[in-house]
């Protein structure tokens, strides 16, 4: 089973700054966040963790498994905002909130890497690590998680970019013997 999780809170969250790549780490609430997401997920024996490389994930994934080291693949780090990287949700630009508002019909705004970029390199992630029916623990961002959601749910129409992935949310899918995964389920 996957169960594929997005990072604890930052404080960059709470202020509403697109932090993209930047490097911040867990608040407290976003530690609490992670504790009780090992809480949750106590049960379950993980055979490996992988971790995006940008601390409030690779930390996240620590807290919920700290007897593995989380392996870090840079597939699973966050989209890139380019020009937009810590602003606040109040700076951007039109072509910026178009985008957030609908991301299935506007595409991403230059210098921003595209979803289809953001799905594919979760697909190349999900392909190498993932066919197994090995417990994995993946930690991650919400675009970057995402698009494995929209890579695992071809027929999803692009449900997943528009829905809010709360920090510590956790999503679960089974490789299945015919080589393809369930429909992720929130738990």
Sequence with gaps: MIYIIRHGQTELNITNVLQGRSNHPLNETGIRQAEEAAERLKDISFDVVYSSPLIRAV??????????????????????????????????????????????????????EPLDSVVRRGGEFMEDRCRTTDNILISTHAIAMKGILEYLTPASGGSYWSKNIKNCAVYTAEYQPNGTWSVPVEM
């Design 59 to 112: 930390r996240t994934a620590e807290i919920i498994v700290p007897d593995l080291k989380p392996i870090i693949d840079e597939r699973l780090i966050e989209m890139e905002y380019g020009p937009y990287e810590g602003k606040g949700l109040r700076e951007l630009g039109p072509e910026v909130m178009t985008f957030f508002r609908d991301f299935v019909h506007n595409p991403a705004p230059e210098g921003m």
